[in-house]
């Protein structure tokens, strides 16, 4: 059932507007249930580690861990006040100034960036004319953070959780034909929680064939990673292709938006075989407009 007109959501996906409009039962994949049997672990950004336990609030007791019990993970960066309070107030009332989009799962979104078919594989520039100028001087501060060096933003996408409308996002891996490696959010508002769970299905499935091979173990973990406002978090190496990332309802208590951010991968950067394609793309990406 198409409700994109109604509420922005198809398929399996659904939010609490449409739910109570058409009598949907609530997506288990939103909630709790579904992760109830996976042993819940909680990241601390101080150390690396993820700490047995539900309370994703654990980094705040670093470095006196009272659970010594612990996941060892790589791939995750999270760092804190990443912008200000008045950063902060500036960003959300510019792009409240934006028009919004409905988007799936209780969401609004706005995005800058080129349009890609992701099962085609097809790359197209479309309406992309670069990005809103009161939005550049997060990828600015990107170049203080030594992960982000050299990072070439080709998408951002604003998104917003509404609470009311039991907004989440399903678990998922970012598409790796053409994100690359490094994941990044900016989160805005309000505190959240970020699930990681091992993704046990077809490498074809997101494109990971076409990803850097990563061993792993596939343990049955939920590892939960506090996103505090005003938090950068990056996704990169086994956090970006070995696990699904994804936003429970419970776990939106307030508004929150948060500014997503991709990159191409290396086939599309200078030297890569689809240079070509993506030589005009980042040209536009360096434009901000007002």
Not at 12 to 25: D, G, M
Not at 143 to 167: H, W
Not at 173 to 180: A, R, S
Not at 225 to 250: C, G
Request: with cysteine; proline share 4%.
């Amino acid at each position: 059932m198409d409700r994109s007109k109604y509420c922005g959501c198809k398929g399996i996906r659904s939010c609490r507007l449409c739910e109570e409009k058409y009598n949907l039962k609530e997506n288990q994949e939103l909630t709790t249930k579904w992760i109830k049997n996976l042993k819940s672990y909680v990241y601390c950004m101080y150390c690396n580690k993820a700490y047995l336990g539900s309370n994703e609030n654990e980094y705040l007791n670093h470095p006196n861990h009272t659970e010594t019990k612990f996941y060892k993970t790589s791939g995750i960066h999270v760092l804190l006040d990443f912008i200000s309070d008045d950063e902060e107030s500036y960003l959300i009332k510019y792009l409240d100034s934006l028009p919004w989009n409905m988007s799936q799962s209780g969401r609004r979104k706005q995005n800058f960036g080129p349009n890609c078919n992701f099962k085609k594989r097809k790359l197209k520039i479309g309406s992309f004319h670069g990005f809103p100028i009161g939005t550049k001087f997060i990828q600015d501060r990107f170049n203080s953070v030594p992960l982000l060096q050299n990072y070439k933003t080709i998408e951002q996408c604003t998104l917003e959780y509404d609470p009311n409308r039991g907004a989440s996002i399903d678990p998922h891996i970012d598409d790796c034909w053409i994100w690359g490696e490094r994941i990044v959010t900016v989160n805005l508002l309000s505190d959240t929680v970020l699930i990681l769970t091992k993704y046990k299905g077809d490498k074809k499935r997101y494109n990971l064939n076409l990803a850097p091979e990563i061993s792993n173990e596939i343990d049955d973990v939920a590892i939960r990673i506090s996103m505090p406002r005003k938090s950068l978090i990056v996704l990169y190496d086994d956090a970006r292709y070995n696990w699904e990332h994804s936003i429970l309802r419970e776990d939106i208590q307030f508004r929150r938006v948060c500014l997503a951010y991709r990159e191409f991968t290396l086939p599309y950067l200078p030297g890569g075989n689809n240079e070509s394609e993506g030589k005009h793309i980042l040209e536009i990406a360096k434009t901000f407009w007002e």
